[in-house]
């Protein structure tokens, strides 16, 4: 089993910058690729990011691309989501994902999640 926590949350104007964090802890040496996720209110929950977790390599959603960096650290396992120039529709529940399997934007695919972490966007 892999938990993981999710914390960085919060509000901000548009414009602005957040950045969530992704703590794993348990069986990490299973994991291979971690992303994010968020789900608006009344939407499906949909990709955001991904990364390799021995790479690095990213992959990101097109309405992110330039403004969103995902990135790892190994030694304290856990992947971070640097978000800039923030838009209200960025608003969501954001949530970090785990999965056996390569890079991939299908929720299903991911065997772990955290429990969430609300970002609000302001206009």
């Known amino acids: 089993q892999v938990q993981l926590v999710e914390s960085g949350g919060g509000l901000v104007q548009a414009g602005g910058s957040l950045r969530l964090s992704c703590a794993a802890s348990?069986?990490?040496?299973?994991?291979?690729?971690m992303g994010w996720f968020r789900q608006a209110p009344g939407k499906e929950r949909r990709f955001v990011a991904a990364?390799?977790?021995?790479?690095?390599?990213?992959y990101y959603t097109d309405s992110v691309k330039g403004r969103f960096t995902i990135s790892r650290d190994n030694a304290k396992n856990t992947v971070y989501m640097q978000m800039n120039s923030l838009k209200p529709e960025d608003t969501a529940v954001y949530y970090c994902?785990?999965?056996?399997?390569?890079?991939?934007?299908?929720?299903?695919?991911?065997?772990?999640w955290g429990q969430g972490t609300q970002v609000t966007v302001s206009s």
């Open positions: 994902a785990a999965t056996r399997m390569v890079i991939n934007p299908l929720a299903a695919v991911y065997d772990y």
């Open positions: 348990g069986r990490t040496s299973s994991i291979y690729t």
């Open positions: 990364i390799t977790w021995t790479t690095g390599s990213p």
